[in-house]
């Protein structure tokens, strides 16, 4: 019985710090808004895989400019296989990449001041399957921690010179 009360007043207790953290949140920013939009209303530069299958897509547009977009859904390739082209995709989308190894990627876009935090991992919901989970946040003043404050410049090209590779068309995901 003691058991049940103890649990009762700690899913309480849970309750109301959830409230009063949205609650902080709309203080702060007054004008949030919530919305659930589609995937093809996404931005392009949120790099997802061919025949990406939504599971959530959660927008929250803070105001002036401020907007985090999470997303979560399946690929239908292993984890594994999608981190490579994935890797090369944001790169080729203009995003500075932190890959930790465990499947983690930090992004940072310089020119367009955003971050996406991503995640992939084996699927529970099929084999060859991987769970894509994708954060991105616009409007960020500075890089995350781990990356430079100013724009890293490519290296082989000098002082801003053409560089004498060509342009490569996009890796293809899935």
């Not at 977009?69 to 990449?97: I, K, M, N």
């Not at 991992?121 to 769970?131: F, I, L, M, V």
Request: with cysteine.
């Amino acid at each position: 019985m003691m058991l049940l009360v103890i649990g009762g007043v700690l899913l309480v207790a849970i309750f109301l710090i959830a409230v009063g953290l949205v609650s902080l949140l709309f203080l702060k920013h007054p004008n949030t808004n919530v919305s659930t939009p589609s995937v093809k209303d996404l931005p392009h530069e949120l790099a997802l895989c061919d025949n990406f299958k939504p599971g959530t897509i959660v927008l929250l547009d803070l105001g002036k400019g401020e907007k985090h977009f999470q997303v979560t859904g399946d690929c239908p390739v292993s984890a594994l296989a999608l981190r490579d082209v994935y890797v090369a995709q944001l790169e080729y989308l203009g995003w500075t990449v932190h890959d930790d190894g465990m499947g983690n990627l930090t992004s940072y876009s310089y020119d367009r001041k955003e971050v996406l935090n991503a995640g992939l991992a084996d699927s529970s919901n099929g084999a060859n399957q991987a769970t894509l989970t994708v954060e991105l946040i616009e409007a960020v003043t500075s890089p995350p921690d781990g990356f430079p404050r100013a724009q890293p410049t490519p290296s082989g090209s000098p002082g801003g010179a053409p560089s004498a590779t060509p342009v490569r068309s996009p890796p293809v995901l899935g």
